[in-house]
């Protein structure tokens, strides 16, 4: 096959499994390879003759990482364990292919299928004394309807999700239905596989005369000592994409599905449960068509295979029926059957001897069939090419055929599959890369970390062969990212082993995951080297590209190739100001762009002395070509100065300022006690002669002039004439200035002899330090050679201990090292890295790593060995009683036996399914949600007789926090509630409660926004005990603003709200706007239409609930919990029939601001078509409409919150950029940028910058 000529054959790129004996597709391998069985046996136990004690199931099925997926332990109870293990399975697969789980951009399909859930129907409560909801929650939990909709829900899939069930052929029938789907484009990559776990038992299995289980425990297919199989358990995945997007993209191939085929035999059987020759003959034919083969290409099937008397005949005569006269002579085809090794594994059968097949053709070997000693006589092997081999062998076709294969999988009910699997075309080498190489890895917790790193060692250390740079690429992108994160900076296999199992040293990284903000700081003169940047120049497209355009510009300016002059190892022409100043300039503007171009942006700029120029590009206040020129003039006037220099001083301002003599000055403030003194040469020699005389030591600066001083007062009004005539902007990021200190922003944009003012005056440093450390997550990153002002950072009192500083240009021979080093930091400290731009579009492989190590506990409640009866459990708790753990504090009696302390635990312990609570136990992150934090604040307050408000535990997550709220009289809950504080100046969200009055539904939202992002909330009023439910929107309005007014009285707000939310929002800003308050938008999460609203008319609390059940499955968890607090909540009742009443009765006014409205893609007869359409008609300011994911209930939840969110933080950008300036309210009225809003309207329009007719609203 020509590697440009692809038809509609499908990659194998990824899989994982879960096998007995084998607990890796790796270890699946070995046990084939080696011809070992998988099971494990027990002693046979007196007065059970007929029970075999083989047990054929894979480690840890009993166990599951419930945290890792976000179930707290009663949803995982009620999870059958098939659910489990093919979560996990999902996980590896996708990471064993090379793609990170929940963010693969692209839509990902689940074709999948499960065994009985037996254990699911034994554990679960199904009982009639069992509420609705929970039979509804219990039935999340059987795989036959939502293996693949759990799949695609909790790794963020959005292609179909499909769940299969044929019974033994499952699996092998989702392949098909998966490459069908590939092709026909509903998905790009696709997840096929299927799972099987009988009920737990530890003393085997039951043996019955003519039965098809083998009496003694081992499978022998094709043998003639076949007697049956043996029952086992396991799960496979294989993740498929089209071969040419897997060849375009880079991927590991395995190996190439070449057509299948699917079929029923239609009642042409002995039985429902028995083979039917002729329908696996017409679905063997079929595949081959598909495939555009003749089944003499053939070399080995990968057959059903039970080792059954009856099956394996039917099967190997269907197979010498289908491959006819055409293969000439015996001993062509070999046969082969998984279920020697691993046993008959129902659903999962299919895709295990798929994935079987595709490692022999990675391998190039055929495994024997384990226990193969003569064939079945029944089988006729000598009329057809068949051949079984009882060893490994290696796999050479005949001359001219590829190594091709077909897997077959026939299932009770007569469902059959077959696959034509074949080797891939040759890929082509990736293109190597030098070093230095960044790693990562990141785990949910600390112990998990270190288990990555040790076992992407060993894989290190056991295949040095690995390109270290695709290595350093699949980890980078193929991974989700964790709170705890370790990078090491590498350029050979030995170093990163060292440092991988290290753990620390030059070259480790380790960091919380924790976003921080970046701060550039950009050194002045002295920082230079001979080349400095070289290295970078060669090896990064970013960095050349924007040296480049400096370069030519400052060629323009001064006459010379800047290139030439700064990578020169002599360094002779940096000593010259005028070019040392272009080339520092120019230097760090290159690095500044090359981490731009890896997506590190800053939030704040600080520059030393020349420093600060290109910190004022960065900031928008000079464009590029302004920028060269005034530097340009600057270093020419400095050319021609008389000889002054420079020297560094340890005193403080106030201890040098009495030694300076003649025309001396202060020339910078770097630190407490570290000075700069400039001036005459002369001069500056005596004042060093002087300290040499009170033993203080002064070093001379390597400047060949001296800057901020009198020598410079000569030139100084020639450019300031210069630097006027260039127009300076209002910066878009803060910068800090420095003449005072202090941020330069869009308040305070800088005047036309700010320039002059600089280079003469004090570089105010340190107190600009001060300023820039106020904030205790700013990171400050050194842009530019040297690692002075690193340094200076270190050494400032208010640094802290836990902030992270990083120069990038230190050394010439390590600048390489020096950026990998960083962005190897601020990875491990949450930066988003653009990896690609990191690879600069270099062709990387995605290559088979160590997947995540899951911590697999077994969950209390679930059975390990066969469950009692259903009906003998209706009379039992289901779990565990919860046992409180010893509290933080003083304990409180209540009225009974119980402390205080101990009823707040019980109630705890019960919801979220634990043994035990100590104090900094958070209720949200043990797996709490807000539908049970609102069921636990009701039940506190029944229990306890306190007064509770169903919020408390949003600002008292904590077990001890929450008790010590509690105290002896908890105070009620504040409407406005802070979700997040946040953090200048970026514009503070104000969110508006939906319909159940709570604002837990947006704690998903705010944990995708900007982490500065402050967001408050308000609640019901009528929540509380003693509260009056509202009875019209624009009181509920006026209650807000006034709550708004009092607890933030200046600047601009944006103001929105889901569903109800939205409607509250808009009135809101009608009464901001007349009060005089800026409101730059309004955010409505797929808001209902009035129109709806009075449609729906629902004036009780039955009607509300009918509404949920209208609802159905469109309905999320969270929102099932709403109408469960519906039915038992008073207040919540109450408050929901009161906001009804008042929507019903409102008439929205038009008003003057912005609407951006985020509109629920997937729409329902209950919540109307286009809700959009009503409110853009509300809005005179313009109307942007964006379409986003999931319904009308399930926009504010994983995954489509992240789109929202996104799509917020998008149009909240121009909010900020009001807060900081742009917008400003004067005694006079509004005004932008220094115009009126008359003013600024007609520059709009004589510009074209307003294109909106009265049509209005902008879609996507």
Not at 42 to 56: E, F, K, N
Not at 308 to 333: K, S
Request: charged share 20%; net charge negative; proline share 7%.
């Amino acid at each position: 096959m020509s590697p440009h000529a692809y038809g509609p054959e499908i990659a194998v790129i990824g899989m994982a499994g879960r096998f007995p004996g084998a607990a890796t597709v790796d270890e699946f391998w070995n046990l084939l390879d080696e011809g070992r069985e998988g099971f494990t046996r027990q002693p046979l136990r007196s007065g059970d003759p007929d029970r075999v004690t083989t047990i054929a199931l894979p480690a840890d099925s009993a166990a599951f990482d419930a945290g890792f997926f976000g179930f707290n332990p009663p949803d995982a109870r009620s999870l059958d364990p098939q659910l489990w293990i093919f979560l996990e399975t999902a996980w590896e697969a996708l990471e064993h292919a090379g793609y990170g789980p929940r963010t693969v951009e692209e839509p990902v399909g689940v074709f999948a299928g499960a065994g009985l859930p037996y254990n699911w129907v034994t554990t679960v409560d199904l009982s009639d004394n069992v509420g609705a909801s929970s039979i509804q929650r219990a039935g999340f939990g059987n795989p036959l309807q939502a293996l693949s909709l759990h799949v695609a829900y909790k790794l963020r899939l959005r292609g179909p999700a499909i769940t299969v069930n044929t019974a033994c052929s499952t699996s092998l029938v989702a392949v098909h239905l998966a490459c069908r789907g590939l092709m026909s484009g509903d998905c790009s990559l696709a997840l096929a596989g299927g799972v099987s776990i009988p009920p737990w038992n530890e003393r085997g299995y039951p043996y019955e005369e003519g039965g098809i289980v083998s009496p003694d425990g081992h499978c022998r297919p094709f043998d003639a000592r076949s007697q049956g199989v043996v029952v086992g358990g396991g799960a496979g995945i294989v993740v498929l994409k089209r071969l040419e997007d897997a060849v375009a993209d880079n991927d590991t191939v395995y190996a190439v599905i070449r057509g299948s085929a699917i079929n029923n035999d239609g009642g042409r059987s002995a039985g429902f449960t028995a083979p039917s020759f002729a329908g696996q003959v017409e679905v063997l034919n079929a595949a081959y068509r598909a495939a555009g083969i003749t089944p003499d290409t053939i070399t080995y099937v990968q057959a059903h295979g039970t080792g059954t008397p009856l099956g394996d005949p039917i099967e190997v005569r269907a197979l010498t029926e289908a491959f006819g006269t055409a293969v000439d002579g015996p001993d062509r085809c070999a046969l082969g059957s998984v279920k020697s090794n691993v046993g008959h594994l129902d659903s999962a059968a299919g895709v295990a001897g798929l994935i079987a097949t595709v490692l022999a053709v990675h391998h190039r070997r055929i495994p024997g069939v384990v226990h193969f000693e003569k064939p079945n006589a029944h089988l006729s092997l000598d009329r057809g090419p068949f051949f079984v081999n009882p060893d490994s062998m290696e796999w050479n076709p005949p001359p001219g055929l590829v190594r091709r294969a077909g897997v077959s999988s026939f299932g009770f009910g007569g469902t059959n599959a077959h696959v034509v699997v074949e080797e891939p075309p040759l890929q082509a080498a990736a293109e190597a890369a030098p070093g230095p190489h960044v790693l990562v890895a990141s785990a949910r917790d600390e112990a998990t970390l270190r288990q990555m790193c040790s076992r992407l060692a060993a894989r290190l250390s056991a295949d040095p062969r690995l390109p270290l740079e695709d290595v350093a690429f699949t980890t980078q992108q193929s991974r989700s990212s964790f709170d705890h994160r370790q990078a090491v900076v590498c350029t050979d296999h030995r170093g990163a082993v060292e440092l991988l199992n290290a753990g620390h040293g030059e070259g480790v990284h380790r960091g919380s995951g924790k976003p921080a903000k970046i701060g550039f700081l950009f050194p002045g003169g002295g920082s230079e080297y001979p080349g400095m940047g070289s290295r970078l120049y060669a090896a990064q497209p970013a960095y050349r590209q924007a040296f480049d355009r400096c370069a030519d510009l400052f060629d323009t300016e001064l006459g010379t190739d800047l290139r030439e002059q700064v990578f020169s190892k002599s360094g002779a022409a940096l000593r010259r100001p005028s070019l040392m100043m272009a080339g520092l300039v120019a230097t760090e503007l290159a690095v500044a762009e090359l981490l731009r171009s890896w997506g590190i942006h800053p939030d704040a700029l600080v520059g030393h002395s020349l420093g600060e120029y290109p910190a004022a590009h960065l900031a928008g206040i000079l464009d590029l070509p302004d920028l060269v020129t005034l530097v340009a003039v600057r270093g020419r006037l400095c050319d021609d100065l008389p000889p002054s220099a420079m020297t560094a001083v340890p005193l403080s301002e106030d201890e040098l300022r009495p030694r300076l003599a003649g025309a001396l000055s202060v020339a910078s403030v770097n630190a407490e006690c570290l000075c700069v003194v400039s001036g005459p040469m002369g001069d500056v020699e005596r004042f060093e002669a002087n300290l040499r005389d009170e033993d203080i030591t002064a070093k001379r600066l390597p400047v060949g002039f001296g800057s901020h001083c009198a020598v410079l007062d000569p030139v100084l009004d020639e450019f300031e004439r210069a630097s006027a005539r260039l127009p300076l902007r209002a910066p878009r990021t803060p910068v800090i200035s420095g003449v005072t200190g202090t941020w330069t922003d869009a308040q305070r944009v800088p005047d036309p002899g700010y320039w002059a003012s600089h280079l003469r005056r004090t570089v105010r440093f340190s107190d600009g330090l001060t300023t820039a450390l106020a904030d205790p997550d700013l990171a400050m990153i050194e842009i530019g050679p040297g690692h002075g002002l690193s340094t200076l950072v270190r050494l400032h009192p208010a640094c802290g201990h836990e902030r992270i500083i990083a120069p990038t240009l230190v050394r010439a021979e390590q600048e390489s090292h020096g950026v990998a080093d960083l962005l190897a930091n601020l990875w491990c400290h949450g930066a988003v890295i653009d990896w690609d731009a990191v690879h600069h579009g270099q062709r990387r492989r995605r290559i088979a790593l160590p997947t995540y190590p899951f911590r697999r506990e077994p969950l209390p409640g679930v059975p390990r060995k066969a469950a009692a009866p259903l009906a003998a459990r209706r009379q039992a708790p289901s779990f565990p009683l919860p046992r409180p753990a010893a509290a933080a504090g003083p304990a409180r009696d209540t009225a009974g036996t119980d402390t205080f302390q101990e009823a707040v635990a019980d109630i705890w312990c019960d919801l979220i399914g634990v043994e035990s609570v100590i104090a900094s136990d958070n209720f949200f992150h043990s797996g709490g949600d807000s539908l049970l934090a609102v069921t636990f604040c009701s039940r506190v307050r029944e229990r306890l007789g306190r007064r509770v408000s169903a919020h408390a535990l949003l600002q008292h997550p904590t077990f001890g926090g929450f008790l010590e709220h509690l105290g002896p009289a908890p105070a009620a809950s504040p409407l406005l509630i802070t979700l997040r504080s946040g953090a200048a100046p970026r514009t503070p969200l104000f969110l508006v409660q939906s319909i159940g009055g709570t604002v837990y539904s947006y704690r998903a939202l705010v944990e995708h926004l900007h982490p500065d992002r402050p967001v408050h909330a308000f609640r019901a009023l009528g929540l509380e005990p003693g509260e009056s439910a509202p009875t019209s929107v624009r009181d509920i309005a006026a209650r807000n603003v006034a709550e708004l007014l009092a607890a933030h009285p200046s600047g601009p707000c944006v103001i929105g709200g889901h569903s109800s939310g939205g409607l509250i929002a808009h009135e809101m800003a009608r009464q901001l706007l007349d009060a005089g308050r800026p409101v730059p938008m309004v955010i409505m999460l797929d808001t209902v239409s009035v129109t709806d609203s009075r449609r729906l008319d629902l004036r009780s609390t039955d009607d509300v609930l009918a509404l949920f059940d209208a609802l159905g499955d469109s309905a999320p968890p969270s929102w099932q919990a709403l109408r469960t607090a519906i039915r038992d909540d008073a207040l919540v009742r109450a408050v929901v029939v009161a906001t009804n009443q008042a929507i019903r009765e409102f008439a929205p006014e038009r008003i003057a601001t912005d609407l951006l409205f985020l509109r629920a893609r997937d729409r329902d007869d209950v919540f109307g078509p286009n809700p959009e359409a009503f409110w853009t008609e509300t809005f005179q300011g313009a109307a942007k409409v964006h379409t986003v994911t999931g319904n009308h209930l399930t926009v504010t939840e994983p995954p489509h919150v992240a789109t929202v969110a996104e799509r917020i933080e998008e149009a909240l950008a121009q909010a900020d950029t009001a807060a900081t300036g742009i917008y400003a309210v004067t005694p006079s009225g509004l005004r932008i940028n220094g115009l009126s809003l008359d003013q600024a309207a007609k520059l709009l329009i004589l510009t074209g910058g307003l294109t909106r007719g009265k049509a209005g609203a902008d879609h996507d």
